[in-house]
């Protein structure tokens, strides 16, 4: 079965730190990848996502994504965070032959202190 | 763009009760997920359809558990009777299909219901 690994539980960095949040995923065939943020009390919300072409993809506010395939990774980054990204993040993925079918990872908890 | 319609918000029942949640999905999507989501469990996929037919319940947690999409435009998630371990939020997504080899597009939440059993 497919699955989607989040290995960062619970991240604490302070204004302007760089991020790193990790996902790995075990399926062998073409995927589309996914990050989705939660803020407080929110609903889930997009924040980029990656079908083909570029594996560098950039989304909302500031984020970006790398597709390494080799490592069946889809890591998010962004360069200087801020107290508003204050989020969960999750990682997703849909595989070809699933169907709509999402597999979503187990999220991380960012927490930026000012 | 309304966006995924979820009712009501929030839910407080006593244990016994009959709860239906209710999702209205963005017009044109032909696939529509219920998912729940605690803080011991994260989130996890209940049940999801494809062009209102249901194609995965496996994830539905017991028979007091049912969900219905009668149109394209309507979906039910209903607990009978409702228990304690059901208090979470629920949350409704909707997709469409790219193409038929079976990619997904994004899938759009709503805001979710808060369900308070007692």
């Known amino acids: 079965a497919q699955s989607v690994s989040q290995h960062n539980h619970h991240v604490i960095l302070s204004e302007a730190a760089s991020l790193e949040l990790g996902c790995n995923y075990s399926?062998?065939?073409?995927?589309?990848l996914f990050w989705y943020v939660q803020y407080p009390g929110q609903h889930l919300q997009l924040l980029l996502k990656y079908f083909s072409g570029d594996p560098l993809v950039k989304g909302i506010k500031g984020f970006e994504a790398e597709f390494i395939k080799s490592k069946f990774s889809f890591n998010l980054r962004k360069p200087s965070v801020q107290w508003s990204d204050t989020a969960e993040y999750f990682c997703?993925?849909?595989?070809?032959?699933?169907?709509?079918?999402?597999?979503f990872g187990t999220g991380t908890s960012l927490t930026v202190i000012p | 763009d309304a966006g995924v319609i979820q009712s009501p918000r929030h839910e407080v029942t006593e244990m016994g009760q009959e709860v239906t949640l209710r999702c209205k999905p963005i017009s044109g999507h032909n696939s529509l997920f219920w998912y729940r989501q605690t803080m011991m469990r994260g989130l996890e996929l209940l049940i999801y359809f494809n062009n209102n037919v249901p194609i995965d319940d496996s994830g539905m947690p017991e028979d007091r558990f049912s969900a219905k999409m009668p149109n394209a435009s309507f979906s039910t998630l209903k607990i009978q009777p409702s228990e304690p371990r059901d208090s979470a939020v629920y949350f409704c997504?909707?997709?469409?299909?790219?193409?038929?080899?079976?990619?997904?597009?994004?899938?759009?939440f709503g805001p979710g219901t808060r369900l308070t059993v007692l």
């Open positions: 399926y062998g065939g073409t995927v589309n």
């Open positions: 997504a909707s997709s469409s299909v790219l193409r038929a080899s079976f990619y997904s597009d994004t899938q759009y």
């Open positions: 997703a993925v849909n595989a070809q032959g699933t169907g709509n079918q999402f597999y």
